[in-house]
């Protein structure tokens, strides 16, 4: 763990020993349950985000995907009885299609990722909103699938399979992103792409890579929450969510210019963001202050963290006068 993992969990520890002093039922286990389930569900596709935010990109359609894919995978296996597994599939194809178009936008189109994802966002969520008539998708009464259940929203010792899918992703994204060449290449675009290029790295193939990445993990996002939720809004499923993945990457240490952070940071981020959801909850403040006092924080803390950066510094540049 860098200096920045450890304070951001020595952050999440304080936070959550208020909390608890304050409110005993955070430690309950249903609760720890509760928000460790909240916590594999937008981790999965925070960690997509991270990966494009390194290269210095930004991914704006994920709530907006989550929808689509979420209301296409219940009506496939709903309306037309597809098996859920083949369903699946498509969906994951599907996710890692999107991440494909914009990455090639980008790359050789060049387009900005802003815009080219905001136009992602607008298109997936007016295309899920047509598909469905603005009509909400669901599971019909008595409709089951027992494995697929016990996959998506089944437990372990008590433990959410969400999170523990989280945990498996994250582990094999950190042996991507830290133990690989294709990880030291994203973190090359990420610190200056015109050096990584002329340095012989394929830039152009990175950043598709990590679009595509990006993706998937929201494919399989999308399908954990199809499965926890059950009937998906097309005009409210996933709002926002494009936020909490790049709040989570960003209090993870991930620098919007790109080329910083580490995937142990991006599962931090989420956690914190949880428990200030839960903290929000358990101490009775109004719902309508949810964004308000999670953006307080956040703000507070990437502050904390730019001046912390700022005062070692020039405390090294002093030493090396001195």
């Known amino acids: 763990m860098i200096k920045k993992d450890i304070g951001l969990l020595i952050l999440i520890?304080?936070?959550?020993?208020?909390?608890?002093l304050i409110n005993p039922l955070f430690l309950s286990p249903i609760n720890l349950g509760n928000t460790a389930n909240l916590v594999g569900l937008f981790g999965l596709f925070a960690i997509g985000q991270a990966f494009v935010i390194i290269t210095g990109g930004i991914e704006l359609s994920v709530g907006s995907i989550i929808a689509l894919l979420g209301v296409l995978f219940v009506d496939l296996m709903v309306t037309y009885e597809m098996a859920w597994p083949a369903a699946l599939l498509l969906m994951l194809v599907l996710g890692m299609l999107f991440g494909l178009i914009h990455g090639l936008l980008i790359t050789r189109m060049n387009l900005q990722p802003f815009i080219v994802t905001l136009c992602g966002l607008l298109i997936y969520r007016g295309v899920?909103?047509?598909?469905?008539?603005?009509?909400?998708?669901g599971f019909g009464f008595g409709v089951s699938f027992p494995t697929l259940e016990w996959l998506?929203?089944?437990?372990?010792y008590g433990v959410p399979h969400a999170f523990i899918a989280m945990l498996v992703v994250a582990a094999i994204m950190w042996v991507v992103l830290h133990r690989s060449v294709f990880g030291r290449y994203l973190y090359a675009v990420g610190k200056n792409e015109e050096a990584a290029?002329?340095?012989?790295?394929?830039?152009k193939q990175v950043i598709v890579a990590a679009?595509?990445?990006?993706?998937?993990?929201?494919?399989?996002a999308a399908i954990f929450f199809a499965m926890y939720t059950r009937s998906i809004s097309p005009s409210s499923h996933g709002n926002f969510?494009?936020?909490?993945a790049i709040?989570?990457?960003v209090l993870g240490g991930f620098s919007l210019r790109g080329g910083e952070g580490s995937v142990v940071g991006v599962v931090l981020g989420a956690i914190l963001l949880q428990?200030?959801?839960?903290l929000v909850n358990l101490l009775g403040i109004p719902s309508s202050l949810n964004f308000a006092v999670m953006g307080s924080v956040i703000l507070i803390g990437v502050l904390a963290d730019t001046q912390f950066a700022a005062y070692r510094k020039r405390r090294a540049a002093k030493r090396s006068v001195g």
């Open 152 to 156: 998506t929203t089944g437990r372990l």
């Open 128 to 137: 899920a909103r047509f598909y469905t008539a603005d009509a909400t998708a």
């Open 211 to 220: 679009y595509v990445i990006c993706g998937l993990l929201t494919a399989i």
């Open 13 to 20: 520890l304080v936070v959550g020993t208020v909390v608890a």
């Open 241 to 244: 969510y494009e936020l909490y």
């Open 275 to 278: 428990v200030l959801q839960n």
């Open 247 to 249: 709040a989570a990457a």
């Open 197 to 203: 290029r002329y340095s012989g790295i394929p830039t």
